[in-house]
């Protein structure tokens, strides 16, 4: 069997309601999605996120793409020693991301070609259900909008409730409070500054959430600052979850040698790949440290495949990251639905999925039309994508 192609498709899907956090207003994701194809007639699908230009990313696949065609798809760490040796370990984010694309679907193509789902190959699965949070991301941030948020996600039967901060403290324990008021003490409750306090302002911030009883604060200061991290772990009774600074499968074993952080918080575009994923849950099982999958402005392929990990993880399940919940569309032909604030781990051969068509087809328009959606884009303006060009292909939500 020989790689004989590998297709980019660029997609723009608004987000509904948009992402509201201290980098702006983000109102959709663009993504690339990859196929690649065999001589043997099977093809394998990917995705990555484009965030903060889709460009590079793009760029990126193709390089590595050059390598892969002619080559057996089944031999996956081959690949991606490769990609390595060619340089992208001096690019290691967007080199990561590219390569967590292309890795996924030929993991797909494994699938497919031996009539397995992917998890069989990690481990095999120890639940066929993976929780996940609800996603509090009101238009407005204020204490009644964040109520509602949260009632109605309880009312959907989801156990976490999730939010931004880093905008102001005063401000981020104010809509915290409404939220812990609103959903009472069972319900977990998330809050991500991203990076947006010093290490001055979050010791106060801290000390003042502990009152909330909140599951963790995720990456509370600055990414590089492990040492920052570790100080503030050591000096507050609200735990700290680790994300950006967990980037990269050595920045893991960092945070993990320094006592930095109570929750590891990553995915597989950051690490380069489902098989970079498992390993690095392997390394947090060791260490007795819970790993919560990272959303990186998934789609509908990243979500699954990387169910296709979290299904093998033993110990409890603490509620994975996800933006099914807003997008407009997921491209998947049978939208992913949440059941008790859970998803049900596909079960077919490979990924156990396939692409809509037709919604593949009218993003990959949107994007070429009005472009990219801006992940860091300062201020509140109106979405690039005319009110008109929203709904999409129908997908029942």
Request: glycine share 10%; hydrophobic share 40%.
């Amino acid at each position: 069997m020989k790689v004989t192609d590998v297709k980019i498709h660029v997609v723009s899907v608004p987000l509904i309601p948009p992402e509201t956090w201290r980098f702006g207003r983000l109102w959709g994701l663009t993504s690339a999605v990859v196929e690649v194809e065999t001589d043997e007639g099977i093809t394998g699908i990917g995705e990555t996120n484009g965030s903060p230009l889709i460009r590079l990313v793009v760029e990126a696949i193709r390089a590595n793409s050059s390598w892969l065609v002619g080559e057996d798809p089944r031999r996956i760490r081959s690949f991606v020693r490769a990609s390595y040796d060619r340089g992208w370990h001096h690019y290691p984010y967007i080199g990561n991301m590219a390569l967590a694309a292309l890795e996924t679907a030929l993991w797909d193509i494994v699938g497919k070609l031996y009539g397995a789902p992917v998890h069989q190959f990690m481990g095999g699965a120890v639940r066929d259900r993976i929780p996940y949070y609800w996603y509090v991301s009101p238009l407005e941030r204020t204490p009644e909008s964040v109520r509602h948020e949260a009632a109605e996600g309880v009312r959907q039967g989801f156990r976490t409730m999730y939010m931004k901060a880093g905008f102001d403290v005063a401000t981020d324990l104010e809509l915290t409070r409404a939220i812990r008021e609103e959903v009472g003490p069972e319900i977990g409750i998330r809050i991500d500054p991203n990076e947006g306090w010093t290490v001055y302002e979050a010791r106060r911030a801290l000390a003042a959430f502990e009152e909330l009883d909140v599951e963790f604060v995720e990456e509370p200061i600055d990414m590089h600052d492990v040492e920052g991290l570790g100080f503030l772990r050591r000096t507050s009774r609200t735990r700290l979850g680790s994300n950006q600074s967990s980037w990269l499968a050595h920045n893991v074993l960092d945070v993990i040698r320094r006592g930095a952080a109570d929750v590891i918080v990553t995915d597989q575009h950051q690490l380069g790949g489902l098989s970079a994923f498992r390993d690095v849950a392997g390394l947090c099982e060791i260490a007795g440290i819970p790993l919560i999958k990272h959303a990186f402005g998934d789609m509908g392929i990243t979500t699954v495949a990387a169910m296709h990990v979290l299904a093998t993880l033993p110990g409890p399940a603490l509620a994975h990251q996800q933006f099914v919940q807003v997008l407009e569309h997921d491209l998947l032909s049978e939208p992913l639905e949440f059941r008790d604030g859970q998803l049900d781990l596909p079960m077919g051969p490979g990924l156990g999925i396939d692409l809509d068509r037709d919604a593949v087809a009218h993003y990959s328009r949107l994007y070429e039309e009005y472009g990219e959606f801006e992940g860091y884009s300062p201020g509140f303006g109106p979405s690039p994508i005319p009110e008109h060009e929203l709904g999409g292909p129908q997908t029942g939500r």
